[in-house]
């Protein structure tokens, strides 16, 4: 299938979902430029043929240490990653695992039945996890009488892109000089004075197979069994979708052909990821938005997709925390990440065909909404609470809020995972990132909206950030006197151009004015968060109807803290305010035009 193809199939079936809101698709995709995974040998998947191991998982057969092949030599320094692993993930359930096997898409495309290994491999850390926290994971395996060790490590901002080294030990038992050249002067200290250990292990049974599509090779392999750490033991049961050559849009494609065939959950999360977290006995981890480098002289087509693509890496990288909730950060990491998206989406309205970017807004504004009452019961029941109750130890009723509180959060939770879980959202986030992967934006512009995106981003983020910022200025005018409902306006302004700010200042330079202006943007917007904190607390306390519960004093009590904490708020708010309104612009401090670039299109360059 072409990537236009590709196109039209990542955003079909969320069409389909949101034909009842009225919205639609046009069919008029176009090909984009696509990356090509380097490999060994010119033919197209020649370089890992079915029975290869020389990725993913090991398999530890039960052979003496002896018959295992010598190490091979360490890669230089300065050496690239022996392939940039492109993969993604599909979370099945294990009763469905195997019926995936049969989908009309791996039928028709396997190069064969494939093989089946039992697949072993142990992972290894320093005591405080050094490695980890650099971002590399470290691990030895075994296929037949080979030991092959492999280093992998996050590879920027793509979400399905990571670097791989592999070298080949005797045994088991790791060599940790092998990883030394790849990692930075701090972690290969931290390595000589703290031996790593065996941290977990892993026991999979994999069927896997090679599926040729249009667009690229792809390595299948249906995984099924456990991560194990001492007492503790994870399921697994995954498709995991690993291009071995072509363009990174067949992964995504095939996605959303096995999504098609039953529930999947789309994921980034590695067996590492999840190892280490079992071993520790901790909740999926929950990371802030990724920060974006953008040049000045970066093309807004280039900007466009570095910024969606953080967006996507944002995103799956919160759903496994959000879903899990254990850590309330999840659910807020989660909820940041599709305000985020929105307000990229936002950006390209100028540019960009309104259809596709109304039906993702859309589509994002329903998963957020399902996740709204979960975030609200998180702070309530994690600051507001216990806040006042620490500070009013003599009221009574706090333990009943809490109780209470409980139950609704649960309630809530339960609505954010079958949210999650619904098809609904598998395909909203497969097709984003077709979508993305494509550049399918390229497909809704007219000829001089693609001279657009041809020339440097900052010409555009130089537009943008200023109408935004007199946005927010004018609902701003007159800040003193302006009653709580337009200082909501302004509040709502500021939240908009602070994503801005986030995807376009990195195009005017590490300035120190940049940095000044985001830190008085960040202080606004938290300074007048407490007028929505607070209308948010009376509305959680009339749906708990606190006074037949035995917890209105309780809730008098919050109602009676957060009055006065406005009193004490309005000094700062002014402050806030007019440190901002203060703050110059940073987008035109010595920011010179930058020359047009020239873009290769279908009907020749443009510039």
């Given at each position: ?31 984009s430029?696509?990356?090509v ?22 398999v530890?057969a039960d ?6 092949r ?5 890669p ?20 469905r ?28 850390d320093t ?16 296929s ?8 992998k490590?996050?590879?920027?901002n ?5 670097g791989e ?12 000089a092998l ?16 031996p ?31 991560l194990?750490?001492?007492d ?9 979708l ?23 959950k ?12 079992l ?5 999926p ?10 040049d ?8 466009f997709s570095?910024?969606?693509?953080s ?30 998206l ?6 390209m ?33 994690q600051e ?21 509180a ?9 609505k ?11 395909y909203?986030?497969i ?12 497909s ?7 001279a ?8 555009f ?14 609902r ?16 709502l302004?500021a ?29 606004l917007?938290?300074?007048?968060g ?18 037949s ?37 940073p987008?035109s ?10 873009l ?8």
């Amino acid at each position: 299938m072409s990537e236009t193809g590709a196109i039209k199939r990542a955003l079909d079936p969320v069409q389909r979902l949101a034909k009842a809101n009225g919205h639609s698709i046009p069919d008029d995709g176009k090909k984009s430029s696509s990356f090509v995974v380097p490999a060994a040998d010119d033919a197209p998947g020649s370089a890992f043929p079915d029975n290869a191991s020389s990725h993913n998982e090991s398999v530890l057969a039960d052979l003496p240490a002896d018959e295992a092949r010598a190490p091979e030599s360490a890669p230089s320094r300065d050496a690239a990653p022996h392939a940039a692993e492109i993969e993604l993930k599909l979370i099945v359930a294990s009763d469905r695992l195997a019926d995936f096997n049969d989908a009309p898409i791996i039928a028709a495309n396997a190069r064969n039945k494939g093989t089946r290994k039992r697949l072993k491999a142990v992972y290894y850390d320093t005591p405080k996890r050094a490695l980890r926290r650099d971002g590399f994971s470290f691990r030895v395996r075994q296929s037949g009488a080979r030991f092959t060790q492999t280093v992998k490590s996050e590879f920027g901002n793509d979400p399905l892109r990571r670097g791989e080294w592999e070298a080949a030990v005797p045994s088991t038992t790791p060599d940790i000089a092998l990883a030394m050249p790849l990692v930075s002067d701090k972690l290969r200290a931290d390595l000589e004075r703290h031996p790593v250990e065996a941290v977990f292990s892993s026991d999979i049974h994999r069927h896997q197979r090679l599926v040729n599509l249009p667009s690229g090779t792809i390595e299948v392999a249906f995984d099924h069994g456990l991560l194990t750490s001492g007492d503790r033991s994870l399921p697994v049961s995954e498709i995991e979708l690993e291009l071995k050559s072509g363009s990174p849009s067949a992964v995504w494609e095939l996605a959303l052909r096995l999504a098609e065939h039953g529930s999947v959950k789309p994921s980034i999360r590695t067996k590492s990821a999840r190892g280490f977290d079992l071993a520790a006995d901790t909740p999926p981890r929950a990371p802030k938005p990724p920060k974006l480098r953008l040049d000045p002289s970066t093309s807004l087509d280039e900007a466009f997709s570095e910024i969606l693509r953080s967006c996507l890496l944002h995103l799956l990288q919160s759903l496994p925390a959000a879903e899990d909730g254990r850590d309330p950060e999840g659910m807020h990491q989660l909820r940041v990440a599709l305000r985020r998206l929105r307000s990229a989406l936002d950006l390209m309205r100028s540019v960009v065909s309104l259809n596709k970017l109304d039906l993702m807004r859309a589509e994002t504004k329903w998963l957020a909404g399902s996740l709204s009452g979960a975030r609200d019961w998180d702070v309530f029941r994690q600051e507001t609470l216990r806040i006042v109750a620490d500070g009013c130890p003599s009221v009574a009723g706090f333990d009943t809020l809490g109780e209470l509180a409980d139950e609704r959060r649960a309630t809530c939770y339960d609505k954010a995972r079958l949210a999650l879980a619904d098809r609904r959202c598998q395909y909203f986030v497969i097709g984003l990132g077709a979508w993305i992967e494509a550049r399918g934006w390229r497909s809704e512009v007219a000829p001089e909206g693609l001279a657009q995106l041809a020339e440097p981003a900052i010409n555009f983020a130089r537009n943008i950030l200023s109408a935004q910022h007199a946005k927010v200025l004018k609902r701003g005018r007159r800040f003193k006197s302006l009653p709580t409902e337009e200082r909501h306006r302004v509040r709502l302004a500021a939240k908009k151009l602070r994503y801005v700010a986030d995807f376009l200042l990195p195009l005017c330079g590490q300035r120190k004015s940049a940095r000044r202006f985001s830190r008085r943007l960040a202080d606004l917007q938290q300074e007048l968060g407490v007028y929505n904190d607070m209308a948010t607390t009376t509305s959680l306390l009339a749906d708990v109807d606190a006074g037949s519960t035995g917890s209105g004093m309780a809730a008098a009590a919050i109602a009676g803290w957060q009055a006065h904490a406005m009193v004490g708020i309005e000094a700062r708010l002014l402050k806030a305010w007019s440190e901002f309104a203060g703050a110059k612009a940073p987008w035109s401090v010595d920011a010179p035009e930058q020359p047009a670039k020239l873009l290769q299109t279908n009907a020749g360059w443009l510039r």
